[in-house]
């Protein structure tokens, strides 16, 4: 069912969308944790380097297709704000025949590149075939991936962010209870794992479509909205490339960190690794904040509410920074317990994971901020700003920084934490400037 997101008490709203969204992004994060953590109770440091380096890429092509799927999200929002059937219609199905055709291609390439991209990624030699094994089943499942991020971004898109929490709760609790059984009663290790990974995600696939089906969600499959578009598919393309660019950038930058941190040895790579999952939850707030700006302001710029949009950012702002400032002070006091969750090689791997992770946390408060700017601007149809400021500050800052922090401090990990905290700080500077100069147009009420 359509929800209204353009009248009420606006951080009201931005609370009651963003809420299920956090916990959406929560479950989901839990769910990708859920393999490194019951990895590390039942195998050694070799299958938990493993994992951690495959589920970067997974990761990252994750993130892609979110990004790309922030398209949807803008233009359904944007239409159903201006009250245009026919336009979100058009948006919904189209989104789907895209999609769809994209993730047949993305698993017939992928499954051919599984072993150069294993290459790339300089993984350790020890746990290079589980690595192989991991990406290979995850590839497999890639249709499924596809398919549950278009179902959220639509339903996001047309107000309602609860439904995309209980299909990933479905998904999170099915992985637990595989990953144990196939990991710990089965003993199949990382192939376990990825098993778990893709069964899970099909499972959460089959539950959204009989929602759909059986509940009257206001969303239209008519065969006339999945043909292709041009009008339609370009509009679709023009938000969500540069988002999904923007988004492969960062996930490539941290793949290029993970691959310093496999130069140094076993060991950092494990640490690096447990922290990257860590700071996916730290980074639930801004990462929700993003969404729900974008979806809101779409919703009001697209009834010419640019005001209520300005209001939406402010709290998403506000929301943000002070989630970061806790961050911050909890990860300085209590870095090492929460390492030691995923690993029991206290010396070899809790040590520089806790300086890595004391580095990378100031990264909540400046990366908070400037993804609510990101999401503002998207939901103006301007997505190729948050894609210049991310690609500047990573080929500028973020890569830069992390290889001379690899190669001139080779007894800590704390510099090359702070590399993608000094490439946020140029992202927000930028950021600040354009939207100074968007309020300087006087964009009409």
Known sequence: MEKNLTTGSVPKTVLSFSIPYLLSYFLQTLYGMADLFIIGQFNGVKSTTAVSVASQVMHMLTVIIVGLAMGATVMIGQSIGAQKRKRTSLAIGNTITLFMTLSVILTLGLLLAVKPIVTVMSTPAEAVSETVSYLTICFIGIPFITAYNIICSIFRGIGDSKSPMYFIAVACAANIALDYFFIGSMGLGPSGAALGTTVAQTISVFVSLFVILKRKTGITLAKEYLTPDKKTMSELLKIGVPVALQDGFIQISFIVITVFANKRGLNDAAAVGIVEKIIGILFLVPSSMLQTVSALCAQNIGAGNHTRARLTLRYALLITVTWGISACLLMQ???????????????????????????????????G???????????????????????????????????????????TLFPMGLASTAGSALSVLICAGVFIRMNKQKLPK
Do not use: M
């Open 333 to 367: 006091f209590y870095a090492e317990p929460f390492i030691r969750l995923f690993s029991k090689e206290v010396t070899a791997v809790v040590l520089p994971g806790s300086q890595y992770i004391r580095g990378y946390v100031w990264d909540c408060i400046l990366a």
């Open 369 to 411: 901020i400037h993804f609510c700017f990101s999401g503002y601007f998207c939901a103006y149809g301007l997505s190729g700003i948050s894609f210049l400021h991310n690609f500047l500050s990573i080929l500028c800052i973020r890569i830069p920084f992390s290889y001379l922090a690899s190669k001139y401090f080779t007894d």
